[in-house]
């Protein structure tokens, strides 16, 4: 018997396939280990003798028992999956922002400072001073629209 079909060495194989997909997730190798155990049965019970079945055995299972039970895994064992607000824009909508270059009257541009840095702003027509607090109203390109804030939070 040679090593290709050796049942203990597909078994082994198998088993040691199985219990990597505990190092390397992916819902990949536990198939491969699995055909590769089923392979260990059938060259044991004598269905296949030959080193070209078994390994063309093996790939045809593998591929088999992937494309059948990979989604069922996945929706059993679940995963951290959550979904977070990607417009950043939402999150600074409101806020108060601290005026550092006069802007206005007019349109006048000017600076704020958000989230430790500069930006451009433009105001609502009147004149917001530096050292004022300004909110946030809208993004215009580039820019942000503040308005003068009347009480801070």
Known sequence: MTF???V???????????????????????????????????????????????FTAWFIISIVLLLAFRNLGQSLVGGDSRIDNTDEEL???GKQVPVIATIG?????GRILLQGTEWSALGD?????????????????????????????
């Open 4 to 6: 290709a079909n050796d």
């Open 8 to 54: 203990i060495a597909w078994a082994s194989v198998g088993v040691f396939l199985m219990v990597a997909e505990l190092v390397v997730p992916g819902g990949i190798l536990v198939f491969l280990g699995s055909a590769a155990v089923i392979i260990a049965a059938l060259l044991q019970f004598g269905v296949i003798e030959h080193w070209v079945h078994a």
């Open 91 to 93: 999150d600074v909508y």
């Open 105 to 109: 009257p007019g349109n006048k541009k």
């Open 125 to 153: 027509g009147s004149e917001i001073k530096a050292g004022e607090v300004a909110t946030i109203i809208c993004r215009d390109n580039i820019s942000y629209v503040v308005e003068r804030c009347t009480d801070r939070q």
